[in-house]
């Protein structure tokens, strides 16, 4: 191998466009896991209400995501809203509103099943301490629940920084687009860049994702019970 | 909502060619990701030295990587150092190569889950080692495994939505140029939708019923 190849990734200013396509990724990862944080808690409370037909309501809600797959989701979105409510939206809401949802729906169960794990007991012997029912909430149960929604929260966090790597198949330029359109640039120049641009945004997706598993796997471990 | 019949009765055969191209990565693939993760769990399950480190660093690339990258990779990136593959070839691998490593932590916790009394229990009536992984630790191993097991086969049938972007033609490519050629968006897609329900609900359905059938199996938990 005479010409290496891998110069094409120092080349011009193709390292800074692929590390600002990256950010592209995490930021549609960011927000996404903001908001389906902060909807899902409140459908992780939701679940746990005794009324039958909201129940039902989110479990349905919850498996169809699970179900269809989120590429599926992307197109439905992407190239289902425009003709049938005559909106269109860009790959990048489009993104958003199916990544939000979807985390919704996961962080959702994550919740009701913390919340449901807490032993009976814990209320009841906060209560015959004394304690009133915000202070249960504030120093017994919310600090559990968190303990055990941590690792699968953060699990869930990297599946979808690596989801995100599929907006690329609804036009969104983001790190994976770019590293094509550095291929296609180069390809009399520097024939052999699609390993090195591939390999590199292999790398990249492993960088981000490998410290939140790492740090899942830390909190499972510490708080196994 | 007016669906066009016609032009819905007229793509079903092709809906149905990508269908079974999906049955058929997805077989291969789950069917090789088990192979491997059997293996791979046992492995470091013993802590075959040099192996298992190998193992441990694969597990972590191919979990912590999209699919998309890892076929793009295969495909476009192989070529450029002598390694050539077709499409069906790449999708395999690809979904062997991110399978493998969900189906070994799987296996993996399904055999430290097997409690040590149990292990204990084996020894002290006089049964080798071999006799234990046997009679003892596989079968519990293998029943607590059944419900990552088949989460993972799930997972893995849905990622197979991804082969469409090495040019396969999956449902994803059949739903996106039906809209490119024709229009009939709403009818592209509920077809889509509904080809992926018809693939996961009943093995979603099969799933839970065998999970709840092997339960009974676990012992000393």
Known sequence: ?225 | MNLDWEFIVESLPLYGDAMWLTVKLAFWGILFSLVLGLLFSVALHYKVPLLSGVIVVYVELSRNTPLLVQLFFLYYGLPKIGIYMSETTCAIVGLTFLGGSYMTEAFRSGIEAVSRSQIESGLSIGLSKVQLARYVILPQAYAISIPSLGANAIFLLKETSIVGAIALMDLMNVAKDLIGMHYKTAESLSLLVMSYLILILPLSLVLSWVERKVRYAEFGG
């Open chain 1, 1 to 225: 191998m005479q010409n290496l190849g891998v110069e094409v990734l120092f080349e011009g200013s193709n390292m800074e466009r692929l590390l600002g396509g990256l950010l592209v990724t995490i930021k549609i990862s960011f927000i996404s896991i903001a908001l389906g944080a902060i909807l899902g808690l409140f459908m992780g409370l939701l679940r746990t209400l005794p009324i039958k037909v909201l129940q039902i309501i989110l479990r349905v809600y919850l498996e169809v995501f699970r179900i269809i797959p989120i590429l599926v989701w992307l197109y439905v979105v992407y190239f289902g809203f425009t003709p049938l409510f005559d909106i269109h939206i860009s790959g990048e809401v489009t993104a958003i509103l199916v990544f939000s949802l979807w985390g919704a729906a996961e962080i959702g169960d994550i919740v009701r099943g913390a919340l449901e794990s807490m032993p009976k007991h814990q209320k009841d012997s906060a209560k015959a301490l004394g304690l009133s029912s915000g202070q249960i909430y504030r120093y017994i149960l919310i600090p559990q629940a968190v303990r055990r929604m941590l690792p699968g929260s953060i699990n869930l966090a990297t599946r979808m920084v690596k989801t995100t790597s599929l907006v690329v198949l609804i036009g969104v330029i983001e790190v994976v687009k770019i590293g094509q359109q550095i291929i296609e640039l180069g390809v009399i120049k520097a024939p052999s860049a699609s390993f090195w641009v591939y390999g590199f945004i292999f790398i990249l997706y492993f960088l981000v994702c490998y410290p939140l598993s790492v740090i899942s796997r830390r909190f499972e471990r510490r708080w196994q019970n």
